[in-house]
């Protein structure tokens, strides 16, 4: 069965740090990876994709993979308060005609 | 980016009755269509994968008689909710994707269902 663990905070954060949200998960296979934003009452956002080991830089975000560990983690630089939302993990194990398999999510406060 | 769009965007309607949702892809032809659901502070689960011209796959738990899709175009595939109950009442959001583009998915705003 394809898990995809994070752990659900809230994590708190004062504005201009670095927030880091980590994700695990369970299926080897799993060739693609996905960070979304998710704010109340809306739907997912993508900030992210991520395919192979390393990372990978998008102004402020970094996302981070290691198959090794099978761990990916995001990275948001100079965080801001509009930044505060549930982040996503989100994982595929084939290719485009798969479904996602997502965390719980990660819920981020960025305090002003 | 691809845009994706959901109709309505919120209904409410009585036990028993059927309600039918929207999903379009506005400015690309989208291979494959996902429908997912998510009750309040879980998580988004799959319920099923809508290719253009065949039938929906459904995961494991979700009633495919109850949950009718039909992706008749390239850019649209419909989840009619038959006979609602008050647990059906939850957040459905479609995504559309590329075959080839690495699985990456594009969200529409979703549907806030509401049984009574």
């Known amino acids: 069965q394809k898990e995809v663990e994070q752990n659900s905070g809230p994590l708190s954060v004062p504005e201009g740090a670095i927030a880091s949200l980590n994700c695990t998960y369970s299926?080897?296979?799993?060739?693609?990876f996905f960070w979304y934003r998710q704010y109340s009452g809306k739907s997912p956002e993508l900030i992210m994709s991520i395919y192979s080991n390393g990372d990978k830089e998008d102004g402020r975000f970094t996302a981070q993979l290691n198959k090794a560990s099978q761990y990916v983690s995001l990275l948001i630089r100079d965080s801001q308060p509009s930044d505060s939302a549930t982040y996503l993990c989100a994982v595929l194990l084939g290719g485009g005609a798969d479904g996602l398999t997502f965390g719980k999510g990660t819920h981020l406060i960025i305090q002003p | 980016g691809a845009v994706v769009s959901q109709h309505p965007s919120w209904v409410i309607c009585k036990s028993g009755t059927s309600v039918k949702i929207e999903c379009r892809s506005l400015d690309f032809q989208a291979t494959t269509m996902f429908w997912y659901r998510q009750f309040p502070k879980q998580s988004l689960m799959l319920m099923a994968t809508s290719n253009e011209g065949s039938k929906a796959t459904y995961e494991q738990g979700v009633e495919k008689d109850k949950f009718l899709i039909n992706h008749a175009s390239l850019t649209l595939s419909t989840l009619t909710v038959t006979s609602a109950h008050p647990e059906d009442s939850s957040f459905y959001i479609c995504?559309?994707?590329?075959?080839?583009?690495?699985?990456?998915?594009?969200f529409g705003p979703g549907t806030r269902l509401t049984v009574l």
């Open positions: 299926d080897r296979g799993s060739q693609s």
């Open positions: 995504s559309a994707g590329f075959v080839r583009g690495g699985g990456t998915q594009y």
